[in-house]
């Protein structure tokens, strides 16, 4: 008779399964963003907006956040 014990596995610290997590999450904006500004795409499309116009894309995002920042009645 022997006596081979194994130890399990450690599971990984809170920390490591946090850094994880903000890597795959990091990973998945990512290439949403890439996906985004493949041409014809949104992301293209406004930044070619931006690229021609910059104090017209500015002043419309200034109207929009006035709009949205409103407090509701």
Do not use: N, Y
């Given at each position: 008779?022997?006596?081979?014990?194994?130890?399990?596995?450690?599971?990984?610290?809170?920390?490591?399964?946090?850094?994880?997590?903000?890597?795959?999450?990091?990973?998945?904006?990512?290439?949403?963003?890439?996906?985004?500004?493949?041409?014809?795409?949104?992301?293209?499309?406004?930044?070619?907006?931006?690229?021609?116009?910059?104090?017209?894309?500015?002043?419309?995002?200034?109207?929009l956040?006035?709009?949205?920042?409103?407090?509701?009645?």
């Amino acid at each position: 008779m022997t006596d081979d014990f194994t130890t399990p596995p450690a599971e990984p610290g809170t920390a490591s399964k946090i850094v994880d997590g903000i890597q795959v999450a990091s990973s998945a904006v990512s290439d949403a963003i890439e996906t985004g500004r493949q041409p014809g795409m949104p992301l293209d499309i406004v930044a070619k907006a931006v690229r021609e116009a910059p104090l017209a894309a500015l002043g419309i995002a200034f109207v929009l956040g006035v709009v949205f920042a409103r407090p509701r009645r």
